[in-house]
Structure formats: C-alpha cells, structure tokens
C-alpha cells in the first residue's frame, strides 16, 4: 500500500524558515518525479515545486523561486521542501505527490499516475 507521509508544518513568524519532509513507502518502482502542491481554502490547488528522478531537474512556482528548494533522498524515500524568507501568502496546507511519467504540472493540476498525502499545515504569520 502506497503511503506519503507529511512533516515539519508549523506556525512561524515572517521571514523565518521551515523544512518540510515527505516520506513515501509501498512503491514497487520509484515515482518519476515527486512534488510539493498547496492550497488555502476557497483557492485554486498550486503546484510549488516538483523534482524529477535523478534529481537533476526541478521545477517552481514563479511566487516560491529563491526562496524554496526541493530535493529528495531516495536512499530515505523522502521528499523535503526547505522554504526559507517565508510570507503570510505562503500560509496554506501543503500536500506531497508523487507521480508517474509524464509527471506534468500546468497550474494546479498534476499530470500522471499520482498517489497524495495528507498534507501539513503551513502559518506564516506578520
């Protein structure tokens, strides 16, 4: 059975810094790519970076480049998302996935056999 797990949510002042973790398990093969989406209530869902197998290609959001960074231990099977110079318009509930090719995101919306967690709240207060 296929499990994402989120971690590291939390409340944290303007400017500050979190860490998030996503640990997958019950994969047969690994997912060609990896994600990190939000959404807040009454907003679309947006995809806020992404992390192809190997590593070596990773996409983000126009509102989350130089800030965040996405990257992935397979060794650990695990997903982190180190946001750093965080805003209250990054307040929202951010989900993991993981997907198969071909691992497409336009918007809020991901491409491929996907599999999600639960997500982990995120409150970025001023």
């Known amino acids: 059975q296929v499990q994402l797990v989120e971690s590291g949510g939390g409340s944290v002042q303007a400017g500050g810094s979190l860490r998030l973790s996503c640990v997958a398990s019950?994969?047969?093969?690994?997912?060609?790519?990896m994600a990190w989406f939000r959404q807040t209530p009454g907003k679309e869902r947006e995809g806020v970076a992404m992390?192809?197998?190997?590593?070596?290609?990773?996409y983000y959001a126009d509102s989350v480049k130089g800030r965040f960074t996405i990257s992935r231990d397979n060794a650990k099977n695990t997903l982190y998302l180190q946001m750093n110079s965080l805003k209250p318009e990054d307040t929202s509930m951010y989900y993991c996935?993981?997907?198969?090719?071909?691992?497409?995101?336009?918007?809020?919306?991901?491409?491929?056999?996907?599999?999600w967690g639960e997500g982990t709240q995120v409150t970025v207060s001023s």
């Open positions: 019950g994969f047969r093969y690994s997912p060609n790519c």
């Open positions: 996935a993981a997907a198969f090719a071909p691992c497409t995101v336009i918007g809020g919306t991901l491409y491929g056999q996907q599999f």
């Open positions: 992390i192809y197998d190997g590593g070596d290609s990773t």
